[in-house]
């Protein structure tokens, strides 16, 4: 009897023995894990007063180098989780968006996005960057984007009088934008409209002759806001028309005609965008041209007039990255 006893109280010690190790165990195991999460970008980011979730977001959205550099600052900003909510934020542009916001103290971080998404945080003509002629119809010339000077499309046609001022062939655009400029016409027409193309492709130096006789006549700055450098126009690309309905051509005031107002709620439709709005002007860097419509094609062009957006923030955000 004692001998059973004994036994038992043998287990009994061996029981207790493993139920003592396996809870030091299991409490060695957690601080093991506690100090390896210690180690990571989501636990530091905790530190410095960021929740779990937003630490998990911008470890998802954000480059290690990212991280690193926002550890560095030592404290959570909330603007910048929300610049990460942002429609167009681009994550490789993120210490851009964030030290513009800083510097410029521009509290719309939808315009900071822009800004930086559309290069306007620099110089006009300073970049000096070669226009991707892989984009077809979707090529981006601007202040930045430039065409050689020898370029010229291979399937350039003359707009008929009937479409056109000026001399017979003095008015060419590729083919694809007379296509969809007929379309486009005829419907106006239907809706009681006469539209006429006043200009359309320009060469280099037809581009060249333009902008520097804005120049010598009203100055640089005036120049800049009204075309661009030989180059750096859409003009050259014959994808862009500057259209007017047939009864004023003035644009002064085509902007307050009804054919202009027509242009601006239908011309998507048809593939073409206006190019440089009203209230964009900052991201253009063109003056309110009522009359200046570019072709990109129908799904571009609708989701642009939809969204509100320039061709220039659509390039960037869904083509160029």
Do not use: C
């Not at 640089?220 to 994808?239: D, F, R, V, W």
Request: charged letters at 25%; glycine letters at 4%; hydrophobic letters at 35%.
């Amino acid at each position: 009897m004692k001998k059973k006893l004994k036994v038992k109280s043998q287990v009994w010690y061996v029981v207790i023995i493993l139920i003592v190790l396996l809870i030091g165990g299991r409490y060695a195991y957690q601080k093991y894990q506690e100090m390896e999460y210690q180690k990571t970008n989501e636990y530091k980011l905790t530190t410095i007063g960021y929740t779990k979730k937003e630490a998990q977001t911008l470890i998802k959205k954000l480059s290690t180098k990212d991280i690193t550099y926002l550890l560095e600052l030592e404290e959570a900003d909330e603007v910048i989780v929300n610049l990460l909510k942002e429609k167009y934020f681009i994550p490789q542009y993120f210490t851009k968006y964030y030290e513009y916001y800083l510097k410029e103290k521009e509290e719309d971080l939808t315009k900071v996005v822009a800004t930086i998404n559309t290069n306007t945080d620099q110089e006009y003509y300073s970049l000096d960057l070669k226009t991707d002629m892989s984009k077809g119809d979707a090529i981006l010339v601007n202040k930045y984007y430039r065409l050689e000077a020898d370029y010229t499309p291979d399937d350039l046609v003359s707009v008929s009088m009937d479409y056109a001022w000026g001399d017979y062939g003095s008015i060419k655009v590729r083919q694809v934008v007379y296509d969809n400029f007929l379309n486009m016409w005829q419907e106006a027409q239907n809706s009681g409209f006469y539209l006429m193309i006043n200009s359309a492709f320009r060469s280099y130096a037809e581009q060249e002759e333009v902008y520097n006789n804005y120049k010598e006549s009203y100055g640089e700055n005036y120049a800049n806001s009204i075309a661009a450098k030989p180059g750096y126009s859409e003009h050259q690309t014959g994808l862009s028309i500057d259209v007017f309905s047939k009864t004023n051509s003035n644009r002064n005031t085509f902007k307050d005609s009804e054919a202009a107002k027509w242009l601006a709620n239908n011309a998507h439709r048809f593939g073409f965008i206006l190019r440089y709005p009203e209230d964009k002007v900052d991201l253009t860097g063109y003056n309110y041209e009522s009359w200046h419509f570019r072709y990109v094609g129908t799904d571009i062009a609708t989701y642009i007039y939809e969204n509100k957006i320039t061709f220039d923030e659509y390039y960037k955000f869904f083509l160029e990255k």
